[in-house]
């Protein structure tokens, strides 16, 4: 029997792409879909959901897009997912759901599960499908803060059950990190809009530019709404602490991304200004650097370097993002870490020194030691700083009882809630930078343990 391959989804052209902003990945045509939904076994066990954190039916959607009914495909994966065309973008797959299929390493690989979710929730917005409005309305009133993905699933949740749902966003647009984070050429804005304008139509009110702990604060919530959801993210950059760092030049990568996605600094008339760098110095390899470094790329720099002092194989960006990276140009200096940025008022390089790889440390992962004496300058005119973000502690200075990590992540229990009484919290805000997924299932459960508690109280 002939194994048929995985397939690939068609992308832009790199030397092309590298100077555009539009969608890097242009999906699956109908066709090619077809061959890929085909390869599905259909396995009554389904290991794929088990790696999937919302369980997804993934068979079970991906036999609708068999039968020729995308929007069928598309409502099952609404049932547990209500971001599908995100996650079909941004999710991890390969560590996830792809990981777990059988094929994976004797029958021509993976089945491309992210993509056909794309595939069929792209026909959903297409189609402008309109999502079921609840029957009954529901005395329960519901403060969500923040509209990131953890807020946007569980204002979601809350109102397809007819509770009144109300999102608090700091920033003038919603969206999180899907508007202010993720570049445009790897999740088109449009779609973050669409799935918010979807929530509009079930009722989710939403207050923009209002930041609670400042303009509000959680107990005059607490005063009219039953249940405050904080999905607030963790958004606070962590800088290394080495000499030169607030040297004209450098950005944290939240600030710099946030000044091209979200106020479209690449834009002659933009208010917001951004500079563009030359040879562009970007330090980490996870997502958030991979998008630095393609968007300095986009904005016309003429080389772009990520500086990571681990190996390839430590990188935590997902494989598609490296190799996306790579194509398109960015050189990338491994078992590398500053230790200065040189320059007087401006930036005129970064002065690094080689690593070699030593004993696992406590994340597993082997821990980069220096080489003594191995120092050397990379001449730049940018550097991006991309090593890690922590929660704002602005709602928990504002908030004393809200207990916190030595991180500075909000504490929870099982169901989500925290050290105060009908404050449920969620996504990154409490785990730590982490996935988009992850983030949604969060929200979702806080919601449904409302709901739940709601029902014992009627
Ligand atoms: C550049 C970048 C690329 C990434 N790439 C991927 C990827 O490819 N795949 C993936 O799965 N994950 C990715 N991630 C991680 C993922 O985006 C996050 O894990 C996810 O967005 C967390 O969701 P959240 O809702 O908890 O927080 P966020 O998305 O951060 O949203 C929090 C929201 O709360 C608002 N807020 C904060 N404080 C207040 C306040 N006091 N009052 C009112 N509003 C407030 C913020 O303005 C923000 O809009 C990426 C992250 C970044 C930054």
New binding site residues.
Partial sequence: MKIVERQRVNEQDSVIRSKNFEEVSLGFDEETMLIEAERCLGCKTAPCEKGCPVGVKIPDFIKALKDGDPLKANEIIKETNSLPAV?GR???QEIQCEQLCVRKNKLGGSVAIGALERYAADAALKANVKPVKPTKKLDLKVAV????????SCAGELAMNGAQVTV????HK??????????EF?LPKSIVEKEIDSLKELGVKFKLN??????FYLEELLDEYDYVFI?????LPVFMNIKGENLNGVYS??EF?TRVNLMKAYKEDSVTPIQRGNVVAVVGA???AM??ARTALRLGAQKVYIVYRRSRQEMPA?ED?IEHAEQEGIEFRLLTNPVEILGKEKVEGIRCIKMELGEPDQSGRRRPVPIQGSEYDLPCDQVIMSIG?SP?P??KNSAKELKTSKWGTLEVDDNLLTSIDRVYA??????G????????G??RKAARHMLQKYAERE
Wanted: with cysteine; net charge negative.
């Fill in positions: 996650c941004v999710c991890p803060v923040g509209s990131g993905p953890a807020g946007l608090f966003e700091a920033f919603a969206g999180g990190v899907l508007v202010y984070g993720i570049p790897r209002t930041v609670i702990g400042k303009t999905g607030s993210g963790a958004g990568a939240n991304l996870g997502n958030v998008d630095a997902r993002e973000t704002n602005l709602i969620g996504g990154d805000a409490v785990t930078s982490a996935t988009v997924i992850l983030a949604m969060a929200g």
